[in-house]
T-cell receptor, first 116, second 112 residues
Framework: GAVVSQHPSRVICKSGTSVKIECRSLDFQATTMFWYRQFPKQSLMLMATSNEGSKATYEQGVEKDKFLINHASLTLSTLTVASAHPEDSSFYICSALVQHLTDTQYFGPGTRLTVL | SQQGEEDPQALSIQEGENATMNCSYK?????LQWYRQNSGRGLVHLILIRSNEREKHSGRLRVTLDTSKKSSSLLITASRAADTASYFC????????????FGAGTRLFVKA
């Protein structure tokens, strides 16, 4: 099946630093990727839809200047948390739509961000 | 806002028993999917049921969908300790492009 990877799997940083998370589709091309955020013991909240070659579409309440998304190729989307603060600590999960199969998205293993 | 609401929020059963989780949603959908998540891990896709389907099986999993009531259920038969995880329903709406909305999830604990 389709595989999506995320890097890093875990990151701890100081408040004020920026953190970049990569999401890669390993064996397929994904024109659309999604970024989710999950707080402990809660559900996944869609943050934004990332389309290759165009600007991401952010969900209501998600700051686009805080969560910078770049989808420069058909296999890579990046999420940069700018000037991270402790309240940004969360589990970030990406997913990718398999091209031509719009029903199925494949999820990455997630990135645990801890901001001190 | 989240579309799916799940019931119960938490469920504790003995190994061998069946576990039933329910999900309700608010708007029209193309399909509904169930996912599993082990603590601190990514999501595993379990099963997808389309809006024109009423029931689907996969191994020990049985999913039903009632579009008139905007609800779905996931039944895990003969549960095992390894089934301990959080289970989420997720809906894909039929307007405004592809977007998956997750329910709050049910935390299942299967005691050995």
């Amino acid at each position: 099946g389709a595989v999506v990877s995320q890097h890093p799997s875990r990151v701890i940083c100081k408040s004020g630093t920026s953190v970049k998370i990569e999401c890669r589709s390993l064996d397929f091309q994904a024109t659309t990727m999604f970024w989710y955020r999950q707080f402990p013991k809660q559900s996944l909240m869609l943050m934004a839809t990332s389309n290759e070659g165009s600007k991401a579409t952010y969900e209501q309440g998600v700051e686009k200047d805080k969560f910078l998304i770049n989808h420069a190729s058909l296999t890579l989307s990046t999420l940069t948390v700018a000037s991270a603060h402790p309240e940004d600590s969360s589990f970030y999960i990406c997913s990718a739509l398999v091209q031509h199969l719009t029903d199925t998205q494949y999820f990455g293993p997630g990135t645990r961000l801890t901001v001190l | 806002s989240q579309q799916g609401e799940e019931d119960p929020q938490a469920l504790s059963i003995q190994e061998g028993e069946n576990a039933t989780m329910n999900c309700s949603y608010k708007t029209s959908i193309n399909n509904l999917q169930w996912y599993r998540q082990n603590s601190g891990r990514g999501l595993v896709h379990l099963i997808l049921i389309r809006s024109n389907e009423r029931e689907k099986h996969s191994g020990r999993l049985r999913v039903t969908l009632d579009t008139s009531k905007k609800s779905s259920s996931l039944l895990i038969t003969a549960s095992r300790a390894a089934d301990t995880a959080s289970y989420f329903c997720a809906t894909e709406g039929n307007t405004g492009g592809f977007k998956t909305i997750f329910g709050a999830g049910t935390r299942l604990f299967v005691k050995a």
